[in-house]
């Protein structure tokens, strides 16, 4: 079992930058392959990015690569996505999952544990 607790949304000016972080409880963290997820209003949840257990793979979707880093520390049990240059098209609900897929993978149904979401509200 993992619970998953996001932090670090918030309102920023086009152009702008955030670190979204995700913190896992239990003690099986660096087995699950991770992934970030968004959902604005009116529109289905896609996917934003993923990354391998160990980190040493990542996946981004296209409107967000050159901008958005992922990243973990599973000694302390968190991941991170640093978004930079941020647009008001990134203005969403974002929310983290972990799978155990080995693979990292951009399939919503895959992903077995989500968090609460965190909003993050870019202006134009």
């Known amino acids: 079992q993992v619970q998953l607790v996001e932090s670090g949304g918030g309102l920023v000016q086009a152009g702008g930058s955030l670190r979204l972080s995700c913190a896992a409880s239990?003690?099986?963290?660096?087995?699950?392959?991770m992934g970030w997820f968004r959902q604005a209003p009116g529109k289905e949840r896609e996917f934003v990015a993923a990354?391998?257990?160990?980190?040493?793979?990542?996946l981004y979707v296209d409107s967000v690569k050159g901008r958005f880093t992922f990243s973990r520390d599973n000694a302390k049990n968190t991941v991170y996505l640093q978004m930079n240059n941020l647009k008001p098209e990134d203005t969403a609900v974002y929310y983290c999952?972990?799978?155990?897929?080995?693979?990292?993978?951009?399939?919503?149904?895959?992903?077995?544990?989500w968090g609460q979401g965190t909003q993050v509200t870019v202006s134009s």
């Open positions: 990354i391998r257990w160990n980190g040493d793979s990542t």
């Open positions: 239990g003690r099986t963290f660096s087995i699950y392959a």
């Open positions: 999952a972990a799978t155990r897929v080995i693979d990292i993978t951009r399939s919503t149904s895959l992903y077995e544990y």
